[in-house]
């Protein structure tokens, strides 16, 4: 077993999370990942040596039992990194949207972070890092359960930056569009690249140089690294 401190990945068996796994593998770098589905990449993943534990984060004591089986994985943890996502349609007759959005995004972190802490605090350096969105900077019209959400995820990392510093940093990544899906159009690629003022998206590699600059760095903490191309300036 390796003596380097696994880092925690919510969220890691598709897309950007898995993108940033398998960057992280190229480095040695040990890791745990929750997931929600079984997929080929999860099994791969486990060959691979990464350890995988399916998590339900829409509940509160899903969220707990993943707790406990990373406890029983690991005594220290190098960082924490929340990307575990909801995306579900809203019509706003009923809460069960935005509670399910609120436990993944929000509460989630929450009791992970509280109690996962004294694992974090055995590393020499560590850090938690918040997988914001974008969005949060003017809301949706139309995601309005996921904005606040996400918003309200923000909000964390400045409380848990203040509360556990020293030792521990807390930021955030807010990216924008960052991969594009095999099955859009042509039409849909033009009209992503032009809401940035650097007319791209960008590929998942500059979403894990993002989570490598605040690993790395040993001066920033309770911030909000924004990915957006200069969206904002449009």
Known sequence: MSDIAPILITGASQRLG?????????????????????????????????????????????VLDFIKQVKALTPTLRAIIHNASLWLSEDGSDASAFTQMMNVHVLAPYLINTHCAPLLMQATHADIIHITDDVT?????KRIAYSASKAALDNL??????????????????????????DDDEDYQRRAKAKSVLGTVPGPDVFYQSLRYLLDTPYVTGTTLTVNGGRHLK
């Open 18 to 62: 898995l993108h940033c796994v398998q960057r992280f593998l190229e480095t040695g770098q040990p890791l745990i990942i929750s997931y929600r589905q079984e997929r080929p990449e999860v099994q791969h993943l486990r060959e691979l040596g990464v350890q995988c534990i399916q998590a339900d984060f829409a509940t509160e004591q899903g």
């Open 137 to 141: 900077r003017k809301g949706s019209a």
């Open 157 to 182: 990392t400045l409380s848990f930056a203040a509360r556990l510093a020293p030792h521990i940093k807390v930021n955030s990544i807010a990216p924008a569009l960052i991969m594009l899906q095999p």
